[in-house]
């Protein structure tokens, strides 16, 4: 399994039941995907899933490309959270996601159990969005924002402006900020609306998350463009920091100051050139 070492502009979810699917993730080339052993699988074929999964990651080539893979194990607390993480710790090459997390205990627990693996956790619920600075400070990779299960759990109901979600959503990317894990934001469930998409990522990227959870393996490239660079955003992170050096105070109209040197450097690192 490659490493994760850049913040992920896309984390693609695919059943851990569904090999057929798995094997089109070297084509897809999310930056990281992750095969559901939760909300992908009904309660009743939790084990049956299990064991695929395991087939699909013992009896192919997938841990030997270059998408980091994860497996998202069932919430702490269920019936099957144990088997699941029994499961992830005997094949070394994978990471895990914890869904749900509520608690810093329970970030421990796993990170205690897969010390070595990258740990994704799913603030998701009231408890976790209020808790999200010591549940993130409990020391995992990277995070995600789950706006659905979140919002049934508040009892108030989604909506297209995302209004009910805003709070919730920049409390955790604040929480990640701090405590220096990659934010992951939330889905769109309208998986053929590319329109609907980038908008919700564009908001997204402007509050300051690395990436898009992605339902539909064409949300990936959009969301690989929306959180990567432009040209023009790159071509005016070397002006500004070209005018820096030369000292200069004004860039295309526009006062810069270390603020503003310091997010163009913030671009070009993002985009892979040169300062």
Same mark, same amino acid.
């Given at each position: *399994?490659?490493?994760?070492?850049? +913040? ?20 897809? =080339?999310?930056?990281? @995907? ?28 997938? $841990? ?10 069932? #919430? *702490? ?27 810093? #205990? @329970?970030?421990?627990?796993?990170? $205690? $159990? ?5 740990? *994704?956790?799913?603030?998701?619920? @009231? ?10 400070? +409990? ?8 706006? !659905? ?7 108030? =109901? ?10 919730? =959503? ?27 998409? !980038?908008?919700?990522?564009?908001? +997204? ?26 040209? !023009? ?5 070397? =002006? ?13 109209? +526009? *006062? ?20």
């Amino acid at each position: *399994m490659s490493q994760i070492t850049v +913040a992920p502009r896309s984390v693609l979810f695919m059943p851990a039941s569904k090999p057929t699917m798995a094997a089109k993730i070297p084509d897809i =080339r999310p930056d990281v @995907a992750v095969l559901d052993l939760e909300d992908a699988v009904q309660h009743g074929a939790k084990s049956q899933a299990r064991e695929q999964l395991r087939a699909i990651l013992t009896q192919t080539q997938l $841990l030997d490309g270059d998408v980091p893979i994860l497996v998202r194990v069932n #919430e *702490m607390g269920s019936p099957w959270i144990d088997e699941d993480l029994s499961l992830v710790r005997e094949i070394p090459r994978v990471g895990v996601v914890l869904p749900k997390a509520e608690s810093p #205990e @329970a970030v421990e627990r796993v990170r $205690l $159990l897969l010390p070595d693996r990258h740990l *994704m956790v799913g603030v998701e619920s @009231a408890r976790g969005v209020a808790d999200a600075r010591v549940i993130l400070e +409990a020391g995992p990779d990277s995070c995600y924002f789950g706006a !659905e299960d979140y919002i049934v759990d508040l009892g108030g =109901r989604r909506t297209n402006a995302g209004n009910e979600v805003l709070y919730a =959503r920049s409390q955790v990317v604040l929480a990640a900020r701090l405590s220096g894990a990659y934010a992951v934001d939330q889905v769109v469930v309208a998986v053929h609306d590319d329109s609907a998409f !980038e908008a919700d990522a564009a908001v +997204a990227r402007d509050l300051g998350y690395n990436g898009k959870l992605c339902l539909h393996p064409q949300q990936v490239e959009v969301s690989h463009r929306v959180f990567s660079p432009s040209p !023009e955003e790159v071509a005016h992170a070397r =002006r500004v920091v070209r005018a820096a050096g030369d000292g200069v105070g004004l860039v295309d109209g +526009a *006062m810069v100051d270390h603020v503003h040197v310091r997010q163009a450097r913030d671009v070009l690192a993002r985009s892979g050139g040169a300062s």
